[in-house]
């Protein structure tokens, strides 16, 4: 990478995928599960989207009060994920 991939006030890496690295295992599984349900949603009569959805919105929670992900790796998936905006966040 050169510097033009990175964050000029903050050194981070502009591709945030990074936020996705050694997430813990159920974590993992939930994001999984949601990338499916996601898909399942659009194609089929899917029922247990909201579950998944939940289940997910679960999991970030419990990983980030437990320190196993930092705040920022939380709202990433959120945001990514569950298209959930951080509170204060002003579109662009």
């Known amino acids: 990478m050169n510097n033009a991939d990175y964050d000029p006030e903050t050194g981070k890496p502009l591709d945030k995928a990074y936020l996705e690295?050694?997430?813990?295992?159920?974590?993992v599984e939930s994001?999984?599960?949601?990338?499916e349900a996601w898909?399942?949603?659009?194609t089929e009569h899917y029922l247990?989207?909201?579950?998944?959805?939940c289940d997910l919105q679960?999991?970030?929670?419990?990983?980030?009060?437990?320190?196993?992900?930092?705040?920022?790796?939380?709202?990433?998936?959120?945001?990514k994920y569950l298209y959930t905006r951080k509170p204060g966040d002003i579109d662009d």
């Not at 690295?21 to 974590?27: A, D, I, R, T, Y």
């Open 48 to 53: 247990n989207w909201d579950c998944d959805y």
């Open 39 to 42: 898909v399942k949603k659009e």
């Open 58 to 79: 679960s999991s970030i929670n419990v990983a980030e009060v437990e320190n196993l992900i930092t705040s920022e790796q939380a709202w990433y998936l959120r945001e």
């Open 21 to 27: 690295e050694n997430l813990p295992p159920f974590l």
């Open 31 to 35: 994001v999984k599960n949601m990338k």
